[in-house]
């Protein structure tokens, strides 16, 4: 089983910036790619950020040239990094990972993590 914890979230002001971590562990044997979705209240799950291990990163529309994606190999970590942040940026925010244990391609999912931008 792999799982995948997320950290960083908050609160913070408009115009703020916040960095979210999250890493997979467990039964990894490689992995094909990451990203991050968010949910607001009352609002379907939408994508945010993806990266693939060979290379390609997606952006939802309202994120692009904001927010930025990264990984880090050597440790199954991917970041968020969320500047110019605006209340409608709050939600939670999930971790997603399509990653090959040793038996098989699976999709998992993190706990979430809370956003919020307020004055």
């Known amino acids: 089983q792999v799982q995948l914890v997320e950290s960083g979230g908050g609160s913070v002001q408009p115009g703020g910036s916040l960095r979210l971590s999250c890493a997979a562990s467990?039964?990894?044997?490689?992995?094909?790619?990451m990203a991050w979705y968010r949910q607001a209240p009352g609002s379907q799950r939408e994508l945010v950020a993806r990266i693939r291990w060979a290379g390609d990163i997606n952006y939802g529309d309202s994120v692009k040239g904001l927010f930025t994606i990264a990984r880090d190999n050597a440790k199954n970590t991917i970041y968020l990094q969320m500047n110019s942040l605006a209340p409608e940026d709050t939600a939670v925010y999930y971790c997603h990972g399509d990653i090959y244990t040793s038996e098989k391609l699976g999709s998992f999912w993190g706990q979430g993590i809370q956003v919020t931008v307020s004055s």
């Open positions: 467990g039964d990894i044997f490689t992995i094909n790619q």
